[in-house]
């Protein structure tokens, strides 16, 4: 061997030693620079010849483990979704308060109840009425203001989305980026660890906001896909865009996340989405935020239809001279369809005693008028004609008028006061309400939307809505993917009754039958519709510009769409009693009673008692939000609310936790392998110090041969 080829060992073997020392070096100096993943030296042999020439410093790689980064990213996205999904439960959590706070939404509840029971015993108490109607209030309007919130959460959740793809493109952009530099370096022998930390760092802030998984490429770079395949990032990037909604309600229908994927494709990108923090957001906001104030709204409406129902079997002392009812929407046949039993409307002289009665048969469409004095007087009365026909049987003592889908009746004649009471046995009953709490007639709280969608209509009615006013619907699947947008218009010929407007939504063509179905309840007339799938498709109503009989629309009437979660943020105490607590009825009608004996007094507090006692009273709950439905009162359903929200707190929090711990696992055996160890960086610092001697020594044994063969020349 010559005395060249061994300068050449001894050179090359000097410079890749000074190579791995400053890896090395690069490896000490940054031992608590977080996310820096550990360099690694290599080096090759040469050979000439079948002889060894020395060696050489290979390519640098990164200490990486790819099925470590791979548990690490799934452990990183599980922990930011359930972390998303806690902080906004907390937050929802939090409005409704420790149950042991008398502000607590349900103490609210029992407060009012109580200052209810205190003035059924003291009826003739205007500051214990004022109690009732401020305590009342109190609870309507923290009702109101916690689904309000619930609302506000979801409008949250939904700027996080924004937020959230906005970084998301800035990351794939800059992963894509990354991939043109290590490429270009792989291909000369360069070093690239450096823009590969780079992008693995981007990876990592990537895996927090949606799965991720990732595949090397033979150029050094990396393709980035979610977990079911959508490609996200390589030699280029895709691009995501959503618009958030500047308002959000119960009934508000989302942008859905749109993805340009890499081959200038667009789609929905929500049905790509399965954890991360994203997947928690888009829960939350679309499934579990809806669930709870459902739930709440559904709480809210039974007990305003329970505090009606006792307000509406009593009177204030002295009785009302009109009672006008709320907007059904409906027209009068369609209202007084179904009514069955019996009911009075009894007129009072100013002393409170029966000047006349009007016992209306709803189940016999039959009047009987019982005056003070005199023989009874009968007449038959038609559903359509209803208010006219009890007008012109009353002998001059009432006014009624049927108008805008509203009832009203009035004193008329020498009659001083009104009031409606049915009997003990055989009362009044259209979809278990009386006949006054079914138009309204004397609510204690009023509500702007239906507190129930149960209509009342059959199949043979007539669906009442204007041919060619629009509704647009939103199939959404799940993670809020669009699956459909249809625009639906009211058929102007050939659907006539609600059967055949159902029949026309069902459309596979022009309407959601694709999708689903619409169902009407034959015994309650509710309109429902259920989503095709597991998990079955859910319908939002995007615009809906039609009216019933000049009232409410289509989705407000039926409860679609969502607005029925609307109804705890639009209940507010009757304006005319909220004006005048002496006109809260606080008493029974004494049917019994005849002139010149009251039928009401003063001194009755036995409608107040009843209001009073409505938390313990047996209601059926449809399912809604977390309750699958069923018997249960009002101060139970309130607890089980109370529950379910917590235990869905709870849970969150145990999730978190465990995914945090989870994510720290699989941080820690990542970073023991790609970490630096110092001890082994100065083992290595000791090898590669010992290796540059080595072939400096070797040099110099070669330069002294050198000198010797020169000087043996001389």
């Given at each position: 061997?010559?005395?060249?080829?061994?300068?050449?060992?001894?050179?090359?073997?000097?410079?890749?030693?000074?190579?791995?020392?400053?890896?090395?070096?690069?490896?000490?100096?940054?031992?608590?620079?977080?996310g820096?993943?550990?360099?690694?030296?290599?080096?090759?042999?040469?050979?000439?010849?079948?002889?060894?020439?020395?060696?050489?410093?290979?390519?640098?790689?990164?200490?990486?483990?790819?099925?470590?980064?791979?548990?690490?990213?799934?452990?990183?996205?599980?922990?930011?979704?359930?972390?998303?999904?806690?902080?906004l439960?907390d937050?929802?959590?939090?409005?409704?308060?420790?149950?042991?706070?008398?502000?607590?939404l349900?103490?609210?509840?029992?407060?009012?109840?109580?200052?209810?029971?205190?003035?059924?015993?003291?009826?003739?108490?205007?500051?214990?009425?004022?109690?009732?109607?401020?305590?009342?209030?109190?609870?309507?309007?923290?009702?109101?203001?916690?689904?309000?919130?619930?609302?506000?959460?979801?409008?949250?959740?939904?700027?996080?989305i924004?937020?959230?793809?906005?970084?998301?493109?800035?990351l794939?952009?800059?992963?894509?980026?990354?991939?043109?530099?290590?490429?270009?370096?792989?291909?000369?022998?360069?070093?690239?660890?450096?823009?590969?930390?780079?992008?693995?760092?981007?990876?990592?802030?990537?895996?927090?906001?949606?799965?991720?998984?990732?595949?090397?490429?033979?150029?050094?770079?990396?393709?980035?896909?979610?977990?079911?395949?959508?490609?996200?990032?390589?030699?280029?990037?895709?691009?995501?865009?959503?618009?958030?909604t500047?308002?959000?309600?119960?009934?508000?229908?989302?942008?859905?996340?749109?993805?340009?994927?890499?081959?200038?494709?667009t789609?929905?990108?929500?049905?790509?989405?399965?954890s991360?923090?994203l997947?928690?957001?888009?829960?939350?906001?679309?499934?579990?935020?809806?669930?709870?104030?459902?739930?709440?709204?559904q709480?809210m409406?039974?007990?305003?239809?329970?505090?009606?129902?006792?307000?509406?079997?009593?009177?204030?002392?002295?009785?009302?001279?009109?009672?006008?009812?709320?907007?059904?929407?409906?027209?009068?046949?369609?209202?007084?369809?179904?009514?069955?039993?019996?009911?009075n409307?009894?007129?009072?002289?100013?002393?409170g005693?029966?000047?006349?009665?009007?016992?209306?048969?709803?189940?016999?469409?039959?009047?009987?008028?019982?005056?003070?004095?005199?023989?009874?007087?009968?007449?038959?009365?038609?559903?359509?004609?209803?208010?006219?026909?009890?007008?012109?049987?009353?002998?001059?003592?009432?006014?009624?008028?049927?108008?805008?889908?509203?009832?009203?009746?009035?004193?008329?004649?020498?009659?001083a006061?009104?009031?409606?009471?049915?009997?003990?046995?055989?009362?009044?009953?259209?979809?278990?309400?009386?006949?006054?709490?079914?138009?309204?007639?004397?609510?204690?709280?009023?509500?702007?939307?239906?507190?129930?969608?149960?209509?009342?209509?059959t199949?043979?009615?007539?669906?009442?809505?204007?041919?060619?006013?629009?509704?647009?619907?939103?199939?959404?699947?799940?993670?809020?993917?669009?699956i459909?947008?249809?625009?639906?218009?009211?058929?102007?010929?050939?659907?006539?009754?609600?059967?055949d407007?159902?029949?026309?939504?069902?459309?596979?063509?022009?309407?959601?039958?694709?999708?689903?179905t619409?169902?009407l309840?034959s015994?309650?007339?509710?309109?429902?519709?259920?989503?095709?799938?597991?998990?079955?498709?859910?319908?939002?109503?995007?615009s809906?510009?039609?009216?019933r009989?000049?009232?409410?629309?289509?989705?407000?009437?039926?409860?679609?769409?969502?607005?029925?979660g609307?109804?705890?943020?639009?209940?507010?105490?009757?304006?005319?009693?909220?004006?005048?607590?002496?006109?809260?009825?606080?008493?029974?009608?004494?049917?019994?009673?005849?002139?010149?004996?009251?039928?009401?007094?003063?001194?009755?507090g036995?409608?107040?008692?009843?209001m009073?006692?409505?938390?313990?009273?047996?209601?059926?709950?449809?399912?809604?939000?977390?309750?699958?439905?069923?018997?249960?009162?009002?101060?139970?359903?309130?607890?089980?609310?109370a529950?379910?929200?917590g235990?869905l707190?709870?849970?969150?929090?145990?999730?978190?936790?465990?995914?945090?711990?989870?994510l720290?696992?699989?941080?820690?055996?990542?970073?023991?392998?790609?970490?630096?160890?110092?001890?082994?960086e100065?083992?290595?610092?000791t090898?590669?110090?010992?290796?540059?001697?080595?072939?400096?020594?070797?040099?110099?044994?070669?330069?002294?041969?050198?000198?010797?063969?020169?000087?043996?020349?001389?």
């Open positions: 061997m010559s005395l060249n080829a061994i300068m050449n060992i001894g050179v090359s073997g000097l410079m890749t030693a000074q190579e791995q020392l400053r890896v090395t070096s690069d490896n000490i100096s940054n031992v608590n620079t977080p820096y993943i550990r360099k690694q030296a290599n080096q090759t042999s040469v050979t000439v010849g079948g002889k060894g020439a020395g060696v050489t410093s290979g390519q640098i790689t990164l200490a990486a483990d790819r099925y470590l980064q791979q548990a690490s990213f799934k452990a990183s996205s599980e922990a930011s979704q359930s972390a998303a999904t806690y902080d439960l937050q929802i959590q939090a409005q409704f308060g420790d149950i042991t706070d008398e502000n607590n349900f103490n609210q509840m029992n407060s009012a109840l109580t200052s209810m029971a205190k003035a059924g015993e003291t009826p003739s108490s205007s500051a214990l009425r004022q109690e009732v109607l401020s305590n009342l209030s109190g609870f309507l309007a923290e009702g109101g203001r916690i689904s309000d919130k619930i609302q506000q959460v979801r409008a949250d959740a939904d700027a996080r924004a937020s959230d793809v906005t970084a998301i493109n800035d794939l952009k800059n992963i894509s980026k990354l991939n043109a530099s290590i490429s270009s370096a792989t291909v000369v022998g360069g070093d690239a660890t450096g823009a590969q930390s780079a992008q693995t760092g981007y990876i990592d802030q990537l895996s927090k906001l949606i799965d991720v998984k990732v595949t090397q490429n033979e150029n050094g770079g990396v393709t980035v896909r979610t977990q079911n395949g959508t490609v996200l990032s390589g030699d280029t990037y895709a691009t995501l865009s959503y618009q958030p500047s308002t959000v309600s119960s009934s508000t229908t989302f942008n859905s996340i749109m993805i340009k994927g890499i081959s200038g494709e789609r929905d990108f929500g049905d790509s989405i399965t991360g923090e997947k928690g957001l888009i829960d939350m906001r679309d499934v579990t935020a809806p669930a709870i104030n459902d739930q709440l709204n709480y409406a039974k007990f305003t239809e329970q505090m009606n129902a006792a307000h509406n079997d009593s009177s204030s002392v002295p009785a009302p001279t009109s009672l006008t009812g709320k907007a059904l929407s409906q027209t009068q046949t369609e209202a007084l369809t179904g009514m069955t039993g019996t009911t409307i009894v007129m009072l002289d100013t002393n005693a029966i000047a006349s009665r009007m016992q209306i048969d709803f189940s016999a469409n039959t009047w009987t008028r019982y005056p003070a004095s005199g023989a009874p007087v009968s007449g038959t009365f038609a559903d359509a004609s209803f208010a006219a026909d009890i007008q012109a049987g009353s002998g001059g003592g009432l006014a009624l008028s049927f108008t805008g889908g509203a009832l009203s009746v009035s004193a008329a004649g020498t009659t006061g009104i009031a409606i009471a049915d009997p003990a046995t055989g009362g009044s009953n259209k979809l278990g309400q009386g006949f006054s709490q079914y138009f309204g007639l004397n609510d204690l709280i009023s509500s702007s939307v239906p507190t129930s969608n149960q209509t009342g209509l199949a043979t009615s007539a669906h009442g809505f204007a041919g060619g006013s629009q509704m647009s619907f939103s199939i959404k699947g799940e993670n809020g993917s669009t459909a947008d249809i625009d639906f218009t009211i058929p102007t010929t050939g659907v006539t009754t609600l059967d407007l159902r029949v026309a939504l069902n459309n596979t063509s022009t309407g959601v039958g694709r999708y689903g619409f169902a309840d015994s309650t007339g509710a309109l429902t519709f259920s989503g095709y799938g597991s998990p079955a498709a859910q319908l939002a109503v995007s809906d510009n039609t009216s009989n000049g009232g409410a629309s289509f989705s407000t009437f039926f409860g679609i769409g969502g607005t029925s609307k109804v705890a943020s639009s209940l507010s105490i009757n304006s005319t009693i909220n004006g005048n607590p002496s006109k809260m009825g606080l008493a029974h009608v004494n049917l019994s009673a005849t002139s010149p004996d009251p039928a009401l007094v003063s001194g009755d036995s409608g107040g008692l009843a009073s006692d409505i938390a313990n009273a047996s209601i059926t709950f449809p399912k809604s939000g977390l309750n699958g439905g069923g018997t249960s009162t009002l101060e139970r359903y309130a607890s089980d609310l529950g379910q929200v235990n707190a709870a849970n969150a929090e145990t999730n978190k936790t465990a995914s945090e711990a989870l720290k696992e699989a941080t820690n055996r990542r970073s023991a392998t790609e970490g630096v160890n110092l001890d082994e100065l083992i290595n610092l090898i590669y110090q010992q290796a540059y001697g080595a072939s400096g020594r070797l040099i110099q044994a070669v330069s002294e041969m050198y000198d010797v063969l020169l000087n043996m020349g001389r």
